[in-house]
T-cell receptor
Framework: DAGVIQSPRHEVTEMGQEVTLRCKPISGHNSLFWYRQTMMRGLELLIYFNNNVPIDDSGMPEDRFSAKMPNASFSTLKIQPSEPRDSAVYFC?????????????FGPGTRLTVL | SQKIEQNSEALNIQEGKTATLTCNYTNYSPAYLQWYRQDPGRGPVFLLLIRENEKEKRKERLKVTFDTTLKQSLFHITASQPADSATYLCALGSGNTGKLIFGQGTTLQVKP
């Protein structure tokens, strides 16, 4: 398996623009997580899905952020409008929840810079 | 609120020595605790899991302890090597949702 795939790897945009981050989880995994990582706040959980259904979005900073998972093999995280404080590395992770280990497999991340 | 603390200062040790990293938590009763390794520019990679009813877990040169009374986990790397240099994150989980709460991580630097 190719692992968790994220695109783009790098995104530079201007304040006010819409940004869409994409994730393809590992085939067969039933949980998907979106995280944001910054030096100041570390790795923060934004939202997670079980079987394509959003379970907990309490980490989503504000209404400018939205996430969807239309099917088991694809998810998007959208920021509209983007702001400089959204600059961070965004990770997607997937896992097979319910199994003993529940380890999460992370993608390579998308480094977002909002100017 | 739930809080996880890892030593924010980098840990510098000499090759061959044992590295010990600490993870403390408050206002939380995790069912299990995981440790991840993160290299610069990459996503975290799972290393070990330990459950609340387990005191210690080992995997090759790695050892994790979990003290639910002290609310603390210790992560040891024996016979450390420069290749062990990375940031190590602890993460707490409960139930079967798969949701994890991560600490800020501790950066380990092993000097040859």
């Amino acid at each position: 398996d190719a692992g968790v795939i994220q695109s783009p790897r790098h995104e530079v945009t201007e304040m006010g623009q819409e940004v869409t981050l994409r994730c393809k989880p590992i085939s067969g995994h039933n949980s998907l997580f979106w995280y944001r990582q910054t030096m100041m706040r570390g790795l923060e959980l934004l939202i997670y899905f079980n079987n394509n259904v959003p379970i907990d979005d309490s980490g989503m900073p504000e209404d400018r952020f939205s996430a969807k998972m239309p099917n088991a093999s694809f998810s998007t995280l959208k920021i509209q409008p983007s702001e400089p404080r959204d600059s961070a590395v965004y990770f997607c992770a997937s896992s097979l929840t319910g199994e003993i280990y529940n380890e999460q497999f992370f993608g390579p991340g998308t480094r977002l810079t909002v100017l | 609120s739930q809080k996880i603390e890892q030593n924010s200062e980098a840990l510098n040790i000499q090759e061959g020595k044992t590295a010990t990293l600490t993870c403390n938590y408050t206002n939380y009763s995790p069912a299990y605790l995981q440790w991840y390794r993160q290299d610069p520019g990459r996503g975290p990679v799972f290393l070990l899991l330990i459950r609340e009813n387990e005191k210690e877990k080992r995997k090759e040169r790695l050892k994790v302890t979990f003290d639910t009374t002290l609310k603390q986990s210790l992560f040891h790397i024996t016979a450390s090597q420069p290749a062990d240099s990375a940031t190590y994150l602890c993460a707490l989980g409960s139930g079967n949702t798969g949701k994890l709460i991560f600490g800020q991580g501790t950066t380990l630097q092993v000097k040859p």
